[in-house]
């Protein structure tokens, strides 16, 4: 917490290398405050640890914001993989997760290109797993790191990169 509070207080309102207007360095609001309060707060309840969710910009010039994309996969991988990123794969995530909240707990490590959490077919719940893909390597590394043994709910969740076995 102090070394966000740090950061808002060196950070916002500075003009970043290569920048030509300052940036907006602030601790995100709740998103879910009176939309879906009650269906994603659920999964939340009791834990100590929460994520304030992702960060939004005012004029969303310098972070993607998937709720203005309509082409979800086509973002731009900056380092290695040429157009689609860094595909992390998310597993023990509980019946009732959704993207939005993959957005939540992947947004604040860097730059998000797309989330899906993978769905049984006749009940639309979670099967339990999902992918991120994130456009940078240092950042992808770093949700692992951090989210890897994260429990949310009851669940301890592991976080990996994809790897491309077939399946057993």
């Not at 360095?25 to 659920?42: D, I, L, T, W």
């Not at 947004?107 to 290109?113: I, K, L, N, S, T």
């Amino acid at each position: 917490r102090s070394e966000a509070e740090d950061a808002v207080k060196h950070l916002n309102g500075h003009v970043p290398p290569g920048g030509s207007e300052p940036i907006t360095v602030k601790f995100a609001a709740n998103p879910n405050q009176g939309r879906n309060s009650m269906v994603m707060s659920q999964p939340y309840q009791g834990q100590s640890r929460r994520f304030g969710g992702p960060v939004h910009h005012q004029a969303q010039r310098f972070r993607f914001s998937p709720m203005t994309a309509d082409h979800m996969g086509t973002g731009g991988g900056a380092s290695g993989s040429p157009s689609s990123g860094w595909c992390l794969f998310i597993y023990n995530l509980g019946q009732d997760a959704d993207e939005g909240m993959l957005w939540q707990m992947f947004g604040p490590f860097g730059a998000v290109v797309n989330v899906k959490v993978i769905r049984d077919f006749n009940t639309n719940k979670c099967k339990g797993f999902g992918f991120v893909t994130m456009a940078n390597y240092e950042e992808a590394a770093m949700a692992i790191h951090s989210l890897n043994g994260y429990q949310l709910g009851d669940k301890v969740l592991q976080v990996s990169f994809k790897t491309n076995k077939g399946h057993k």
